[in-house]
């Protein structure tokens, strides 16, 4: 089944944009997600600088698999259009008892090429049109500046200011 919202292709949770392509994560990408979640650049802003384990990496594919299943979202690797080698990662998961947000992280070889939009974008048109769902919020750390123009790029306004591991984190939201 192939259903087109706007230039975003979804088939079988598959996300297609004009540079990239998204995919869910899966058991075999454990490897290739330790490696990359666990690189400091990485890790700095989206785990708070903790570095996550093997054991952590298991459990988030596997939460990712159980949530495609039963919500059609979760994490999706993001790879350029032809190419073999891992861009970063993007995906929505709740957000405390909020509700859904999207979060993203990039190679640092990636960093400026507009891919964090484009992935994010895509996950964030799939939330609110396939899925239905009524907004989706992003937090960000105050001092991520990159990030803050990401989401500010996917037209997200901010709604309330918390503190955060490294210091203030922005919440922001997009409805449908």
Known sequence: ????????????????????????????????????????????FLFDGVVLSPAEITEAVEDSVGSFAAAGYGLWLIREAGGNDLVGTAGLRPLEDLGIEVLYSLEPGAWGKGYATEAARAVVEHALGPLGLPEVLAEVDADNAASVAVVERLGMTPFEVVPGLLGPMTRYRRTR
């Open 1 to 44: 089944m192939k259903d087109l919202v706007g230039s975003l292709a979804t088939v079988n949770h598959l996300l297609t944009t004009e540079r990239l392509i998204l995919r869910p994560v899966t058991v075999q990408d454990q490897a290739g997600l330790l490696a990359h979640w666990t690189a400091p650049d990485v890790r700095k």
